[in-house]
């Protein structure tokens, strides 16, 4: 479980979730969650997220947070950013 928020820790491919296992995506409305919403998905047990430096819009966030989903369900060994000899 992962709630998009500016306080969170940086997404990276360290934290990429395990695949085996079902994901919920938390982006939070215009104006963000409130402090009180985040403490309280902290001691449910998300992971909070940050998704850049920028505040990102509900849709633009909900398609970050999709794009680095789709990188965990890549094998590690299958996943290409750039072709070794690219300029």
Known sequence: RVLAHPDGRPLSAESLLEPATDQVLAVGPEGGFTDE??????LAG?????????ILRVETALLALIVWLGRS???PATLVLAPENAP
């Open 37 to 42: 919403e985040v403490a309280q998905a902290r």
């Open 46 to 54: 998300w992971e909070v997220a940050a998704l850049g430096p920028r």
């Open 73 to 75: 369900l890549i094998a």
